[in-house]
């Protein structure tokens, strides 16, 4: 054979390059002029270098220009790992990135089967490789993963078929590492998977369309809504139930989407398929294309039906309960001389304009309705005038004891039977087709009273539950007054009261002699639980500039203290602080003087506490009653008391407690004036007049230093003044000296509580049998008899001076 021709096989080659789709021996003899037996020994040799391929196509052998590569070219510079076998799945060659990732180094590699390696990433080779037959099969990209490190790993791997220079046939291994992108991948069909489950899941309505309006898209949910199917609401127009007189809404938020303001928001209402009326609340976002032009919109949107009612109940309330705030200060600022009966009735005519509303009181010696004021329109007023000029104000009705038992059940408004003649029903029975309603004042668990409502029969009775608010406030107020009338003509005190009184003297004096440095609070605290044990008082004071409370003294026994400071998960109460506008009570109740029942501790502690951690105390720790009460003298609020009680019932001597608070909002005052430079005596008078019993102050001598009315009263002067210097002795029977007790606490100072029996002479010449209670003071700067006469006999004529017992 002759010597090869590198020119002749490189012009085979540019032949076969030429002609892409293959050539055979005879074409390559034909165009290079030569023997055809050359041109196939040629054609082998390149065959068996690898540089052609040849594929058999019935009895003709055509030959391609060989696409393979260099090994050698493809391990120095491909960043992929690399692997070539050889037939029997020998290692050949691998380039470093493999050797890296097989963390192996290449002698102990190279030559081995991969068939015997325990390598993670050799064995899953073996598992994928192809069987030998097939090696020569067109080139296929394999997925393999395998486990790394505890890490699980996802690969790319690309097959060859190589041919080395000897001839032998193998097969190379590009091995791509696309663990994040299968990762990526993973991610993002959770992602869509998750996003399509949030919009068909939302319970907001979403809706695509273009910028005319006409729906593109819309989720399951705005489809149940409107009790459509998804298919019928695409191509409709946007919110296709719309109401008229609110398109103009949805139309201008449409034209105000800009690049600059792509968002908008409207309500509108629609025409539900329930019949109903409901109120929508849309959000609209733009999308722009590339030139700036609207392309798409989506609204998100959702019911507020319900929003807007309940915001409409949260103003009626929020108007009711400044209307009861307004009555409630008008009854806490009413004066002895205003109709407090007319006011009721006509803040309940302003609430229901009705035909007729009327007040009546219980008269208490004849247990029977008076009826003390009506208002009503003109017409139903004449038909119930019982004469020409005559109104029905202060007209007597008689009742029974099953009236009165069913009045104080009711505590609201009632439908009174048509054929009924509960109490009074003769007022309107005549003034027409009228439905009657009525409702008894009831306070402390007394009938003080009733309120009268007509109005047209069959129709519906406007604001009925802040009528029935009013009514339960007037019925405080209306008691209030009657029960002040009713203690302006009696002075007379049950004997229990006695040491109430002497309690209420001892703090009297103890707050008239308190130096500055005193903790006053701490004070009031501890007496406060002196009357009301078993319990943990609280003391707060306010800062009017602030308007907030702040917890200054609690008293307690300390087990039960620790624990309900434990149950509510306090460290330190004192200077917790309550700002007023967010307490439950309104500021007119610290201005009631009296002691007002707290329904919970989560109310008791004014909001400041989780009301999940108050319930569970509650159930934890099984408290009583609460109770809060306002320091207020002269319009003003100096601070509250709290009361836990840790027994069942009430507070058994509430009128004792109260006069106490009363007495320390006097000192408080006296505290807060004495910081701004204003003591003097009219803190103690003002302590005197306010004790529900005469007093008079003697000197050493027993000569009176001073003494309130109600002194004057017992002995027959008009004013306390006519009693200053005069000696006590003139006003005792015959004369008599002091008894030997009060002498004693005289001339010793002893500061003891003394108490005798006297009898004192009125300017009628009569006696009056008293008991007296002393104590030694200091009056301006000197000892002085602090003396408290309580009439044994109150109500009674004066008895002759012969049958005197002194």
């Known amino acids: 054979m002759s010597v090869l021709d590198q020119e002749r096989m490189d012009r085979i080659k540019q032949y076969l390059k030429w002609n892409p789709r293959g050539m055979t021996i005879s074409d390559v003899s034909s165009k290079l002029h030569m023997n055809r037996n050359l041109v196939s020994k040629y054609l082998d040799m390149l065959l068996i270098s690898g540089q052609v391929d040849m594929q058999e196509i019935g009895a003709a052998k055509v030959y391609f220009l060989s696409h393979r590569v260099p090994i050698s070219a493809m391990l120095d510079f491909s960043s992929d790992m690399v692997v070539v076998l050889d037939d029997e799945n020998r290692i050949l060659k691998v380039n470093e990135p493999m050797l890296v990732a097989l963390n192996e180094d290449r002698e102990s590699v190279v030559g081995t089967s991969i068939h015997i390696s325990q390598n993670p990433i050799l064995v899953a080779l073996k598992n994928n490789l192809s ?129 600059d303001h792509p968002v908008s928001t409207f309500e509108c209402r629609i025409h539900h398929p329930s019949g109903r009326i409901r109120w929508n609340t849309w959000t609209m976002r733009a999308f722009f294309d590339t030139s700036d032009h609207l392309s798409e919109c989506q609204g998100m ?46 803040q309940v005519y302003s609430l229901a304009p009705l035909p007729l509303v009327w007040i009546d009181i219980i008269d208490g010696p004849t247990q029977n309705l008076v009826l003390k004021s009506i208002v009503g329109d003109s017409t139903a007023l004449e038909i119930t005038e019982q004469s020409p000029g005559t109104r029905p104000a202060g007209m007597l009705f008689l009742i029974n004891k099953a009236d009165m038992t069913e009045l104080i059940q009711c505590r609201s408004l009632v439908k009174v039977p048509p054929r009924s003649r509960l109490l009074h029903k003769q007022i309107v029975e005549t003034a027409g087709e009228l439905d009657i309603y009525l409702m008894g004042l009831v306070s402390k668990g007394r009938l003080i009273g009733n309120v009268g409502i007509s109005q047209k029969r069959g129709s519906l009775l406007p604001n009925k539950d802040l009528i029935e608010a009013l009514i339960r406030q007037a019925a405080i107020a209306i008691d209030r007054r009657v029960a002040n009338d009713t203690l302006k003509k ?29 903790d006053l609070y701490r004070y009031i605290a501890d007496r406060l639980y002196d009357l009301v044990p078993e319990s943990v008082i609280g003391i707060n004071s306010f800062d009017p500039e602030q308007r907030e409370f702040t917890l200054r003294a609690v008293v307690g026994e300390e087990e039960q203290t620790n624990a309900l400071w434990e149950a509510l998960g306090i460290v330190n109460p004192l200077g917790v602080s309550f700002p007023i506008s967010e307490l439950p009570l309104s500021e007119t109740d610290f201005h009631k003087g009296a002691l007002i029942e707290v329904l919970s501790p989560y109310d008791l502690c004014f909001h400041r506490i989780p009301q999940e951690r108050c319930v569970q105390a509650q159930e934890r720790l099984r408290p009583g009653r609460g109770f809060c009460m306002g320091f207020a003298c002269k319009g003003e609020i100096f601070g509250n008391i709290l009361i836990e009680l840790f027994r069942p019932g009430d507070v058994t001597n ?88 009060l002498l004693r606490c005289l001339v010793s100072y002893e500061s003891s509580d003394l108490s005798c029996r006297l009898c004192l002479r009125s300017s009628g010449n009569g006696i009056r049998d008293v008991e007296a209670w002393g104590r030694m003071v200091r009056y301006d700067r000197k000892p002085a008899l602090y003396l408290v006469l309580r009439p044994l006999s109150s109500g009674e004529e004066d008895i002759p001076s012969s049958s005197a017992r002194c």
């Open 654 to 741: 509430r009128e004792t407690v109260e006069a106490f608070v009363n007495q320390a909002s006097v000192a408080l005052l006296r505290r807060f004036a004495r910081e701004c430079n204003r003591e003097g005596r009219e803190f103690f008078r003002l302590l005197v007049e306010q004790m529900p019993y005469p007093i008079v102050i003697l000197d050493r001598d027993g000569c009176i230093l001073d003494a309130n009315k109600l002194a004057a009263t017992l002995v027959g002067c008009r004013d306390a003044a006519e009693l200053a210097g005069r000696s006590f002795r003139e006003y005792m029977e015959s004369g008599a000296d002091l008894p030997p007790g």
């Open 490 to 518: 009696s002075l007379a005190r049950e004997k229990v009261q006695v040491q109430n009184l002497q309690f209420l003297s001892r703090t009297a004096m103890n707050f008239i002699e308190m130096e500055d440095s005193v």
């Open 301 to 346: 949107g959702r019911d507020i039906t319900e929003k807007r009612e309940a915001a409409a109940k949260i103003n009626d309330y929020i108007r009711g309960m400044e209307f009861l705030s307004q009555t409630g200060m008008a009854f806490m600022d009413m004066g002895e001389d205003d109709d407090i009966y007319d006011y009721v009735v006509r």
């Open 131 to 259: 069987p030998p037959e097939l090696r020569d099969a067109p080139d296929r990209i394999i997925e393999m993963r395998c486990v790394l490190q505890e890490t699980e790993r996802h690969f790319r791997v690309k097959r060859m078929p190589t041919v080395f220079e000897d001839g032998a046939r193998g097969i190379t291994l590009i091995i791509e590492d696309i663990t994040d992108q299968v990762a990526s991948q993973e991610r993002l069909r959770v992602s869509e998977a998750r996003y399509r489950g949030i919009i068909e899941d939302q319970t907001e309505f979403i809706v695509r369309c273009m910028p005319d309006g006409t729906a593109t898209f819309v989720n399951a949910a705005y489809a149940r809504y409107s009790e459509e199917r998804v298919e019928h609401l695409i191509g409709k127009p946007f919110i296709p139930r719309i109401c008229n007189e609110d398109a103009h809404a949805r139309d201008q938020a449409f034209r105000s989407l800009s690049r």
